[in-house]
Nanobody, 123 residues
Framework: QVQLVESGGGLVQAGGSLRLSCAAS????????IGWFRQAPGKEREFVAA????????YYADSVKGRFTISRDNAKNTVYLQMNSLKPDDTAVYYC????????????????WGQGTQVTVSS
């Protein structure tokens, strides 16, 4: 079993940057792919980015490609989401999640979820 805790959210002006962290407990963390999702009020949870268990493969939603970077440090049981050039449309609660599946963009493929961290981008 894996427990996930997100941190690093906050309020930032448009064009600014934030780095989110997803800290995991559990000895099998390095076996899981990790995804970041976000959910804005009144909208469905949507895929943002994912990284394979090895860290060698990364995937991004078109809306964040070129602005966000996902990375992981298995020695620290942590996955990061570096978010640059933030836009007001990026405002949402951001969640990290763990999966054994390779269907990284599908919410239903993830077994474990964190509690989320709020990101608010002001214009």
């Amino acid at each position: 079993q894996v427990q996930l805790v997100e941190s690093g959210g906050g309020l930032v002006q448009a064009g600014g940057s934030l780095r989110l962290s997803c800290a995991a407990s559990g000895r099998t963390f390095s076996s899981y792919a990790i995804g970041w999702f976000r959910q804005a009020p009144g909208k469905e949870r949507e895929f943002v980015a994912a990284i394979s268990w090895s860290g060698l493969r990364t995937y991004y939603a078109d809306s964040v490609k070129g602005r966000f970077t996902i990375s992981r440090d298995n020695a620290k049981n942590t996955v990061y989401l570096q978010m640059n050039s933030l836009k007001p449309d990026d405002t949402a609660v951001y969640y990290c999640a763990a999966t054994f599946s390779t269907l990284y963009a599908q919410v239903g493929q993830y077994n474990y979820w964190g509690q989320g961290t709020q990101v608010t981008v002001s214009s």
